[in-house]
């Protein structure tokens, strides 16, 4: 085989291994959450709140939100 063709071989493999840990990541986050749901930490609700404040908000003010937040007297 050409080293073009085994490159992109390489690439493929390269791939399928990093769809595997994401999936095994994902399915590891969901369980958590679940199991914090359960143990009543927080409600499903809350979560889903929490999600779309996230997801919503750029990197850059999470970082400076949370900065903030580590800052304030308890």
Known sequence: MSRD?????????QLA?????DYKNTLAI???IELLIDK???TRQEFAQKT???ESASLAEMIIKRRSE???PR
Request: aromatic fraction near 4%; charge should be negative; hydrophobic fraction near 60%.
């Open 52 to 54: 779309q404040e996230l």
């Open 5 to 13: 063709v085994l490159g992109i071989l390489d690439i493929a493999g």
């Open 17 to 21: 291994s990093l769809k595997d840990v």
């Open 40 to 42: 009543e930490l927080f």
């Open 70 to 72: 580590l800052r304030k």
């Open 30 to 32: 969901a369980a958590l």
